[in-house]
């Protein structure tokens, strides 16, 4: 069965103190891997995609990358502007679907 | 940019009401989507659309049903609006593979 889990599920950081969120994915025929942040009572916005191992894409303190079975989003020197959680999702070839993860809540604190 | 709207951010309804959601996007996409994101559940698919009324059943059909009748508007209908269908509800669009969403509607129903 297709799946995405993300981990830790909530991760609290002081201001500047790097770390990376884990994204595990088991899917068949990953046509795509997307990362999202969203603000509480808000819709996701769009951060990243992802098509193949080995890529990364960078965004200001955020940079992702993509292995075959997982997916980190590093976050460097964080600000607490940068306090969201953080959704992945899989767009496989197998259902034409996207599957998502449940997110990691991240608390930035200054 | 992209740009998704939904009619409403935060409506309540009463057990047994028909209810209208309603989502358009301004950039001509092809795919749109109908999710609901419930706390430690994610987001499920609710149905989706890739061509004016054409519909697919998503993940958790049962209790909706959707109308695409212009390329740019999909709406989502609770037929009997019933206590479980308290939610989040996202809308999103896609051309090909990065989704969009919208702001949301947080829908109460008592």
């Known amino acids: 069965e297709d799946q995405v889990t993300q981990s830790p599920e909530a991760l609290r950081l002081q201001e500047g103190e790097s770390s990376s969120l884990n994204c595990s994915y088991t899917?068949?025929?990953?046509?795509?891997l997307f990362w999202y942040r969203q603000d509480p009572g808000k819709g996701p916005e769009f951060l990243f995609t992802?098509?193949?191992a080995g890529e990364e894409k960078e965004k200001e303190r955020l940079k992702a990358t993509l292995t075959k079975k997982e997916s980190f989003l590093h976050i460097t020197a964080p600000k607490p502007e940068d306090s969201a959680t953080y959704l992945c999702?899989?767009?496989?070839?197998?259902?034409?679907?996207?599957?998502f993860g449940t997110g990691t809540r991240l608390k930035v604190l200054a | 940019d992209v740009k998704v709207t939904q009619s409403s951010r935060y409506l309540v309804k009463r057990t047994g009401e028909k209810v209208f959601l309603e989502c358009v996007q301004d950039?001509?996409?092809?795919?749109m989507f109908w999710y609901r994101q419930d706390p430690g559940l994610g987001l499920r698919l609710i149905y989706f659309?890739?061509?004016?009324?054409?519909?697919e059943k998503g993940d958790i059909p049962e209790g909706y049903s959707v109308s695409r009748e212009k390329k740019e508007r999909f709406s989502l209908i609770l037929e009997s609006a019933s206590t479980n269908q308290t939610s989040m509800y996202l809308c999103?669009?896609?051309?090909?593979?990065?989704?969009?969403f919208g702001p949301g509607t947080r829908l109460t129903v008592t």
């Open positions: 999103a669009s896609s051309a090909q593979y990065e989704q969009y």
């Open positions: 899917v068949s025929g990953l046509r795509g």
């Open positions: 992802l098509y193949s």
């Open positions: 999702a899989a767009y496989t070839s197998g259902t034409y679907k996207y599957i």
């Open positions: 950039m001509d996409h092809e795919n």
């Open positions: 659309s890739y061509d004016v009324k054409m519909k």
